[in-house]
């Protein structure tokens, strides 16, 4: 688990939590979304009482901002990214998670952007090859 990150993500990261009071582990920017791994336990943090937290470093950061908790193992991370899971598989670097019909779609987000992102943070946090939703 050895994450690299530039001057540009530190400083979105250091914002983030001066925004927010949110311990990040992680952040990507993607498209014209930014997500951002907090520390277990501070999801509530990062996002405030309705939402304001997150609402107000959206409008500082001018673009959606997503948020995930850690976890300890990579089953609850990813019962915390797709809490729809059914079942969740482990098998030599890959990850395999059921859901149903109707939340696939919502998962893989539109041309795969959504699980490209999931699968980026795998390999950072989990040094997992890739998630597959079945």
């Known amino acids: 688990m050895k994450i690299t990150l530039d001057q540009n993500t530190i400083q979105m990261i250091d914002m983030f939590h001066n925004l927010t009071g949110a311990t990040a582990v992680d952040c990507i920017q993607e498209d014209d979304f930014i997500y951002f791994v907090v520390a277990k336990g501070q999801y509530g943090l990062a996002v405030g009482k309705s939402g304001a937290k997150i609402k107000n470093a959206e409008r500082v950061f001018k673009k959606p901002i997503k948020v995930f908790e850690h976890a300890d193992g990579i089953e609850e991370f990813i019962r915390n990214i ?43 946090l989990f040094d997992m090859e890739e998630m597959k939703v079945k």
Not at 91 to 99: A, K, L, P, Q, T
């Open 82 to 124: 797709v809490p729809d899971a059914q079942e969740i598989t482990i098998e030599s670097g890959n990850v395999f998670v059921r859901v149903s019909q109707k939340d696939r779609a919502k998962i893989i987000g539109k041309a795969g952007k959504n699980i490209k992102v999931l699968n980026k943070f795998l390999q950072r």
